[in-house]
């Protein structure tokens, strides 16, 4: 029996011991980059001393600065299209039965479980063969349509759990869809549109593999900073990471507060 | 009820209308049109003719480059998944049955880098793994080496390490979602039936939480295998992958049938996987 308890306690030792390495591992990499950050030479070890030039430096960069309000531009014109294709069509799915139901289901989710370059070419391709020059445009609709699936995932959970006796009761007593929608069946997916929407935001705020192939000639940040990656190591880089990471940070929080709510 | 119901819905089946034309459009349509382009051929004008052929899935099976690539990118993600695997399940167990005072915020802490720009991790995986890197500075401070050892950075050995960082999270979310739903009385009952944790572990546990094991593995697999960035930044001329082939024949290399068969190729691969894993899925779930 005792020898059962030593056995247990060693047990739960390693596996704490297992998950501070893993959290270790994880953090590691954030950690260099905010240290490195401040890190007056270069970008290897020692430190010899702190400085704020990078940060500085990323505020006089006119290009990075507009490539950053094209990403919220993009991440804007994504999370509308996404959630007005998204909620009728997590609607669609949850309560029609219409012929090619299944294959729609698949399709739409096809972007979130494909690697994003198969998207990417599939896209660039389907523009270029349409005659569209490529832009932030293009952009966009690839962002908005690889994005639809993720509205409608969170959507279509949220409905499948609803009670659907008050939209019976407002339907019997008369009401019309529209009014039922708006009324009953809406504030009750509020949060998870909202909670989708944010994650479509964040999402597009950090896509690359299919905007890499539907850039035009205007940059998103990510694609920005990719071309400040294959260019050589910047200390540069560090400072936007920091800051890229505090932002996903707050992102996350405030998501994570919505959700709470909810529950 | 169930009829009431649907009927009251029905005569609004324009609802559907806007979805299904955009995913018509902007989804089958070009998914369907980079099929048709696989079989097309290029111009010695270097323009794309409708002309249709088997060339570029021959070229493709005959050239060992391609295949080897493609293996080469297998063996890659297959070992992301099975590190992430191992990284995500002492973690996921920690969180769903020794955590007991804000178990909420360590699950969160646990999944914050998913959120954290891929880009930001893939190039801090360069400033670690370099020359001049922490770890370099690390073993020539300790003194394992007083030479930086070059080797870590631009290999396959970096893009797994990269990856392996970006998935292990992706792993973690389903495995600690099957292991939440296990009733800790169904442990204590097997330690009551002497069972050690070793067994407990195996006969019990690790049944339990196939499912999201499963869907996990083949998350860190799919993407892992399609990624192209990783590579390019930390992989170095041995650490090129499949679709490091799609993205220059899309771009410089210029010849889009071909980079289409290729993505055919891997798009089928992708949906065969994901295929079986749902079978396998389902197959081991117990409740």
């Not at chain 1, 290897?44 to 950053?68: A, V």
């Not at chain 1, 660039?124 to 293009?138: D, K, Q």
């Not at chain 2, 880098?113 to 190039?123: F, G, K």
Request: proline fraction near 6%.
């Amino acid at each position: 029996m005792t020898r059962g308890r030593v056995g247990r306690k060693v047990w739960a030792a390693g596996i704490t011991a297992g998950a501070a390495a893993v959290f270790a591992f994880l953090y590691l990499p954030i950690a260099v980059i905010v240290v490195f950050s401040f890190n007056r030479f270069s970008t290897s070890l020692p430190l010899r001393g702190l400085t704020l030039d990078w940060y500085r430096l990323l505020f006089q960069d006119r290009p990075l600065i507009e490539s950053l309000l094209h990403s919220f531009l993009v991440a804007g014109c994504a999370v509308v299209i996404a959630v007005v294709i998204g909620i009728p069509a997590a609607l669609a799915v949850d309560r029609l039965k219409f012929p090619g139901k299944e294959l729609f289901e698949r399709v739409v989710l096809l972007p979130l479980i494909l690697p994003g370059i198969i998207t990417g070419v599939s896209l660039l391709n389907f523009f270029v063969a349409g005659g569209i020059r490529l832009s932030l445009t293009t952009v966009i609709l690839g962002h908005g349509t690889a994005l639809i699936s993720v509205v409608v995932t969170q959507v279509y959970a949220r409905l499948k759990r609803m009670d659907r006796s008050q939209e019976e009761a407002a339907m019997d007593l008369g009401a019309p869809p529209w009014r039922t929608f708006w009324h009953v069946t809406f504030p009750n997916i509020r949060t998870a549109v909202l909670g989708a929407a944010l994650l479509v935001f964040t999402l597009s705020m950090d896509e690359i593999a299919v905007t890499f192939f539907l850039i035009g000639r205007e940059n998103t940040l990510p694609l920005a900073v990719w071309s400040m990656l294959r260019q050589g190591i910047t200390p540069e880089v560090n400072a936007i990471s920091t800051i890229i990471f505090l932002m996903s940070a707050v992102a996350i929080l405030l998501g994570y507060r919505l959700m709470q709510k909810e529950t | 009820m169930e009829t009431g119901r649907a009927s009251g819905w029905r005569p609004y089946a324009t609802l559907l209308l806007p979805p299904l034309a955009w995913v018509l459009l902007f989804l089958i349509l070009p998914y369907g049109l980079l099929f048709a382009c696989s079989f097309w051929k290029l111009t010695p004008a270097q323009t794309i003719a409708p002309d249709w052929n088997l060339q570029n899935y021959l070229h493709l099976f005959r050239n060992a480059v391609y295949l080897r690539t493609l293996g080469r990118s297998a063996a890659i993600a297959a070992a992301v998944t099975l590190l992430s695997l191992l990284l995500a399940f002492p973690v996921a167990y920690w969180l769903a049955f020794q955590v007991k005072r804000h178990k909420k915020l360590w699950y969160m802490l646990a999944i914050i880098p998913l959120w954290i720009s891929y880009l930001v991790r893939a190039y801090a995986w360069k400033t670690i793994l370099g020359t001049g890197g922490v770890l370099n500075a690390f073993l020539v401070g300790i003194g394992v080496t007083d030479q930086p050892i070059a080797m870590f950075l631009y290999s396959p050995v970096a893009v797994i390490i990269t990856l392996t960082h970006i998935y292990t999270p992706f792993v973690l979310m389903p495995v600690y979602a099957m292991l939440e739903q296990i009733p800790p009385a169904l442990l204590e009952a097997a330690e009551d039936l002497g069972a050690g944790p070793w067994r407990t572990f195996t006969r019990v546990v690790l049944p339990l939480s196939m499912p999201g094991v499963v869907a996990g593995c083949t998350f860190a697999f799919v993407l892992s295998l399609g990624d192209f960035l990783s590579p390019l930044l930390v992989g170095g001329p041995t650490g090129i992958m499949i679709s490091n082939i799609v993205v220059s024949l899309f771009g410089a290399a210029y010849n889009w049938p071909l980079g289409a068969a290729i993505s055919l190729v891997m798009l089928l691969l992708v949906l065969a996987i994901i295929t079986l894993a749902n079978r396998l899925e389902a197959r081991t779930k117990y409740v």
